[in-house]
T-cell receptor, first 114, second 112 residues
Framework: KAGVTQTPRYLIKTRGQQVTLSCSPI?????VSWYQQTPGQGLQFLFE???????NKGNFPGRFSGRQFSNSRSEMNVSTLELGDSALYLC?????????????FGPGTRLTVL | KQEVTQIPAALSVPEGENLVLNCSFT??????LQWFRQDPGKGLTSLLL???SQREQTSGRLNASLDKSSGRSTLYIAASQPGDSATYLC???????????WGAGTKLIIKP
């Protein structure tokens, strides 16, 4: 069974631009979560989707948004990029919405904002 | 507000030693705790998930314990190998907001 895939793996953008990252969960998984990882702040929760609905949202500005499609694939969008948005963005999938579901992570997208 | 702390931040031991990584959390109101490893430039690999009602979980050379009342978890690695070198992170699923709250990780180096 294929794991979680994320595209692209690396991305370089300039301040003010916008970016869209994509995540394909493990086949059969319906929940997708997004995280930001930086050296200074560590791992921080962005949002979680289940069956195309956002179920939970972290403490990030409105420039960060996401969506989930009917096939469970998810995208996250960051508008008006800032230097501080440079980070590794990780996507995780789990089988269900339940809080006791184990999360499986993709390799991440490394975003660099110049 | 839930906070997760991992001590030490870095650890270097000779191959073959048994070792313990620590994770502490400030609010015992959790659903579960999960241990992950992260290799340089890569995503996270789930190692063990312990539900709040459980005391420990085992997988191969790994054993994780959970003491919810004291806000502590340990990850025990037996007979360490160079391939165990990675950063180990713990995360708790908080009951207050259902989110995973992460520790900063312990960078482990196993010397051949």
């Amino acid at each position: 069974k294929a794991g979680v895939t994320q595209t692209p793996r690396y991305l370089i953008k300039t301040r003010g631009q916008q970016v869209t990252l994509s995540c394909s969960p493990i086949s059969g998984h319906r929940s997708v979560s997004w995280y930001q990882q930086t050296p200074g702040q560590g791992l921080q929760f962005l949002f979680e989707y289940f069956s195309e609905t956002q179920r939970n949202k972290g403490n990030f500005p409105g420039r960060f948004s996401g969506r989930q499609f009917s096939n469970s694939r998810s995208e996250m969008n960051v508008s008006t990029l800032e230097l501080g948005d440079s980070a590794l963005y990780l996507c995780a999938s789990s089988a269900g919405q339940g809080i006791d579901n184990e999360q499986f992570f993709g390799p991440g997208t490394r975003l660099t904002v110049l | 507000k839930q906070e997760v702390t991992q001590i030490p931040a870095a650890l270097s031991v000779p191959e073959g030693e048994n070792l313990v990584l620590n994770c502490s959390f400030t609010d015992s109101a959790i659903y579960n705790l999960q241990w992950f490893r992260q290799d340089p430039g890569k995503g996270l690999t789930s190692l063990l998930l312990i539900q709040s009602s459980q005391r420990e979980q085992t997988s191969g050379r790994l054993n994780a314990s959970l003491d919810k009342s004291s806000g502590r978890s340990t990850l025990y690695i037996a007979a360490s190998q160079p391939g165990d070198s990675a950063t180990y992170l713990c995360a708790v699923r908080s009951k207050s907001n259902y989110q995973l709250i992460w520790g900063a990780g312990t960078k482990l180096i196993i010397k051949p």
